[in-house]
């Protein structure tokens, strides 16, 4: 496949990337911005995002809500996001900051190990399948674009570990598409219906409590290897719990009852 080289955007700007596209970045401790970056940023933790940092500080998933996040506004009205709480220090920087950089870096947030890109996706029509769109941004403190190191959009996924990151990412926008349906019955915000969905996605320590207590897994047709998964691995819940929201919500196919 040809490659063809992305100009570096200027400050500010946005440029879109096709398949063959390569772009220009590298980020280094020796660079002068080096996690400059990482002061007084917004950050939107994903339900994934938010599993594997609090198994990484080995937190429950509520502590490390109550600690470390705070509310925002969502993609739609009808339910809320999660952003990170920078620390209350001088230039703000992130909770897991350390002199040495990313104590949190192998399980850093989907937005952190994506950067210098940006990744959105769309959903065509109801039943369409997601379609991706990355973008090249440019902030003014970043001299890693001047920096000598070129990749494609699927080199960059790779050399980022996104890729477990971007599955489950494309199973949370699936399901918060779900969401922008208003499927809370006219509750309005945080009712029972949209407290049970919160924990679902962000709480996966306490759907766990959850799901043991109802005996969920008994209700549904789930093979041995899957129920397995699911009773050890909390991404594997995870998935689980995004196809029981739509199934007990709206009433959707997307698990079948013993």
């Not at 339910?79 to 949190?104: H, I, K, W």
Request: some cysteine.
């Amino acid at each position: 496949m040809k490659e063809n080289k992305t100009p570096s955007p200027a400050t500010g700007q946005r440029i879109a990337l096709n398949g063959g596209d390569t772009f220009r970045f590298r980020c280094h401790p020796d660079i002068s911005c080096y996690l400059a970056c990482c002061h007084k940023v917004e950050i939107y933790l994903f339900p994934y995002d938010v599993l594997r940092l609090k198994n990484c500080l080995g937190m429950h998933s509520a502590e490390f809500i109550h600690t470390h996040c705070r509310i925002g506004e969502g993609s739609h009205p009808y339910f809320p996001s999660l952003m990170l709480n920078m620390a209350e220090q001088e230039d703000y920087p992130c909770p897991f900051l350390t002199r040495e950089g990313c104590s949190v870096y192998p399980d850093r947030p989907s937005a952190c190990r994506t950067y210098p890109l940006e990744r959105g996706v769309e959903k065509c029509g109801r039943r369409g399948r997601l379609k991706t769109h990355y973008f090249l941004v440019r902030h003014p403190y970043c001299k890693g674009h001047d920096e000598e190191g070129t990749y494609t959009v699927k080199q960059w996924e790779r050399d980022q570990k996104l890729l477990e990151y971007n599955l489950m990412n494309d199973l949370w926008a699936e399901l918060d598409a779900f969401f922008a349906t208003n499927p809370w019955e006219g509750e309005g915000a945080a009712g029972p219906r949209q407290q049970l969905a919160f924990m679902v996605c962000y709480d996966i320590d306490g759907f766990r409590d959850y799901a043991s207590r109802h005996h969920l897994l008994d209700r549904y047709r789930i093979d041995r290897d899957r129920r397995r998964r699911i009773e050890r691995d909390d991404a594997e819940l995870l998935k689980f719990g995004f196809q029981w929201l739509p199934a007990v919500l709206g009433g959707r196919n997307t698990l079948t009852p013993t």
